[in-house]
């Protein structure tokens, strides 16, 4: 008989191992359970495009054209999983309950809910859905004052959308820096002068105390600071968490995360988990990681795994941000012990590396996209690197790619 792989998702993470999954074994029969009601989208865009009004989230299936039919993958949208019963190795969901041989988890996150301003309040939106896009930006279109809470990458993405809509934008952030889970201090200052000079407000060491909904239908927002904020619209950014509940309730290891091995193996070995959700082995220590790089790479090793392989995740992992201009990427594993080292860009470029053991391990960029593609290839392939060199902008990162590990 062929064997039956669930996948439980609707982002990368899911996708790529549903279609891992069904190239790995042919003859198994593979289907996504999805608790949207459309194809799965890629959420980058939900923050920058769709509110610009450039782009529909079903211009970028994350299957391609024809979506995960045209990969002989079953979707069943609309169904939420309540359950999964590990002893009858079966999914349950409100339709009933569907077997499988292997599992993939691959939930993604939740966003970080602020109390005083739960979802479903009028003019206050969290970003996480295609169904979320659409109604922030219908309220853009009527909105001349908004307030971003966090000054993370959804955060100010959805700011510089707006203030390129000529809505008046500010930003209140708890933290004494932007990006700071994402970028150094000195790459922060870059992106707080360039949200600045598009007439962007951020407000740092700001945490909200009190929201009062005025008569005229306005919001108010009262910090620890004293000060008052008044706006028509509100964009919580304050952060995710892993959707690990699932996991969690079917009696899985997890540790603000689903505890997975380097093959992405849960606690049940009838059981992969992969992306967002997940807690997995990193080069130093089990960690986590919330970028649409690390779900499709993770997602395809659940998914081959699942199917019967036994690949190892060792992917070097990246992310990236566009704001305004700006296009703002991270590669790598950054290192709190690693060398330094900047090199110079023309314009509003910039580009910080990190070393270790005479590897570059990390390197972070804004508009830098064609030496980040080498120094990704440097980093995969453990070259040893000349520290002068790397400072040095006449020194091609290409030409490097040419000397041997």
Not at 94 to 100: I, K, M, S, T, V
Not at 112 to 118: K, T
Not at 351 to 373: H, S
């Amino acid at each position: 008989m062929s064997k039956s792989i669930l996948v439980i998702g609707g982002g990368p993470a899911a996708v790529w191992a549903a279609i891992e999954a069904k190239k790995r074994d042919p003859s198994a029969e593979v289907a996504l359970l999805t608790d949207e009601s459309c194809e799965p989208y890629e959420k980058p865009p939900l923050s920058k495009a769709v509110l610009l009004g450039n782009a529909n989230p079903d211009d970028a299936l994350i299957a391609g054209k024809g979506g995960l039919a045209a990969h002989n993958v079953a979707v069943k949208f609309d169904t939420r999983c309540h359950a999964i019963d590990r002893a009858a190795r079966q999914v349950v969901t409100a339709a009933g309950r569907l077997p499988y041989d292997a599992l993939v988890i691959a939930t993604g996150s939740l966003m970080r809910e602020l109390p005083l301003l739960p979802p479903g309040t009028p003019r206050v939106h969290y970003l996480r859905t295609e169904a979320q896009a659409r109604a922030l930006k219908a309220d853009l279109a009527t909105s001349k004052q908004m307030v971003v809470i966090g000054a993370g990458l959804i955060g100010l993405e959805v700011a510089a959308s707006a203030a390129e809509l000529g809505i008046e934008v500010t930003v209140l952030e708890v933290a004494p820096r932007i990006m700071a889970r994402a970028c150094d201090d000195e790459t922060g200052t870059l992106i707080l002068a360039e949200h600045q000079h598009r007439g962007v407000d951020v407000e740092l060491s700001t945490s909200v105390t009190q929201v009062t909904r005025q008569l005229d239908g306005h919001i108010a927002l009262e910090t620890g600071n004293g000060d008052l904020f008044i706006a028509d619209l509100v964009v919580v950014g304050a952060g995710v968490i892993p959707d690990d509940a699932l996991a969690k309730a079917a009696g899985l290891t997890v540790q603000d995360g689903i505890v997975v091995d380097e093959q992405c193996r849960t606690s049940d070995p009838n059981i992969f988990a992969a992306g967002d959700c997940t807690r997995f082995p990193g080069p130093d220590d089990m960690v986590r990681l919330e970028n649409w790089r690390h779900a499709q790479d993770h997602g395809a090793v659940a998914g081959r795994n699942a199917a019967g392989a036994s690949d190892a995740y060792r992917t070097v992992p990246s992310y990236w941000s566009e704001q305004y201009d700006l296009y703002i990427q991270g590669v790598g594993w950054p290192d709190p012990n690693a060398q330094r080292i900047r090199r110079p860009l023309p314009g509003k470029g910039a580009l910080l590396l990190e070393t270790r053991d005479g590897v570059l391990c990390y390197a972070l960029g804004i508009n830098a996209q064609r030496d980040l593609a080498a120094i990704r290839r440097l980093i995969e392939r453990k070259i040893p690197v000349d520290p002068a060199a790397l400072a040095d902008p006449a020194q091609p990162f290409a030409n490097m790619l040419k000397a041997k590990a």
